[in-house]
């Protein structure tokens, strides 16, 4: 199956080849582009152009572009995986504890791409063949909002949407103690930990990596702070946090104190992707959607104000 795509070509695109210009607009790689251009999918104004053609602003592009391939997950039902949005470019799901995004070595247990499948989505076949449609990760630990792509040029704009820090990522954490100052920019460099490479590390000379914070309650024991990234390292609220000294409640692996999660009944670390905010990648228009606390993460809240 194919699907017709047209589009003006934008000013920033006039002079580009039409190889170029299809890898822009609609996200398919430059091989890809060529090749529809050769096989005569390719018209501009109405007219079959080739691959070296140049372009000029305000021309109409249109391009046959072949329907999304099926997903090569296996498809897993996963509990308490929900669907908060779909259309035909995109799909944002809820994940629930324990659900990693995708496949990796060493995990056994349900993902987000698996269950997907088995709802009978088909997401973007971009990525890696394990992540087709993934354009950013939640820990398994982590639970929250997550976007994926259902079409290759929504996987493009996305993946650009994220390099650029276009996208809004708001996500709650209950760290241990109380921040000083209660506001603040953390600024530090985050790379694999070089005695335990399974864990991350502020490292000199890392990768950049940037999140703000601010104090939304102090409890006597901890502090609810809302948290907005500029980066997406690996882990990295939990590494900044534990680098502060104030480590995600439950976050045992980055030195949180057991005793204080035992109290609260909590059997992870306490961070949730709260609020998600993107330009949709097929009209450009603003869309949000948050997610509200799981079970646990807001039992632990009432027994902390119930102290």
């Not at 490292?203 to 703000?212: I, L, M, N």
């Not at 939990?238 to 502060?244: D, E, G, N, S, T």
Request: proline share 8%.
């Amino acid at each position: 199956m194919t699907e017709l795509r047209g589009l003006p070509v934008p000013e920033g695109l006039a002079g580009l080849r039409v190889d170029a210009a299809l890898t822009r607009l609609f996200g398919v790689s430059r091989t890809t582009a060529a090749q529809l251009a050769d096989a005569g999918d390719v018209r501009v104004e109405g007219r079959v152009r080739g691959k070296g053609d140049r372009l000029s602003a305000g021309m109409w592009l249109e391009v046959m572009l072949p329907d999304p391939v099926a997903a090569p997950v296996p498809p897993e039902p996963v509990d308490g995986l929900a669907v908060v949005y779909v259309d035909d470019e995109i799909l944002v799901v809820d994940k629930p504890v324990g659900v990693a995004a995708h496949p990796s070595p060493g995990w056994t247990g349900p993902t987000v791409t698996g269950g997907v499948a088995a709802m009978g989505y088909v997401l973007a076949s971009s990525g890696a063949e394990e992540r087709h449609g993934i354009v950013h990760r939640l820990d398994a630990g982590t639970t929250g909002l997550m976007v994926l792509a259902r079409r290759e040029a929504a996987y493009v704009w996305l993946k650009r949407a994220f390099k650029e820090r276009t996208v809004d990522k708001g996500y709650h954490a209950l760290v241990q103690g109380h921040p000083d100052p209660s506001t603040g920019t953390i600024d530090a460099p985050i790379d694999r930990n070089p005695t335990h490479d399974w864990r991350f590390a502020v490292v000199a000379g890392g990768r950049p990596s940037v999140t703000h914070y601010s104090t939304i309650e102090a409890f006597p024991a901890a502090s609810l702070l809302d948290i907005t990234l500029e980066t997406g390292r690996t882990h990295q609220i939990r590494v900044h946090m534990a680098a502060l000294r104030h480590p995600c409640v439950g976050d045992a692996v980055y030195g949180a104190d057991p005793k204080l999660a035992a109290g609260l009944g909590l059997s992870r670390q306490w961070l949730h992707a709260v609020r998600l905010g993107f330009a949709h990648p097929g009209t450009g228009a603003p869309v949000s959607f948050t997610s509200p606390y799981p079970a646990d993460l807001a039992a632990a809240l009432e027994t902390l104000a119930q102290r």
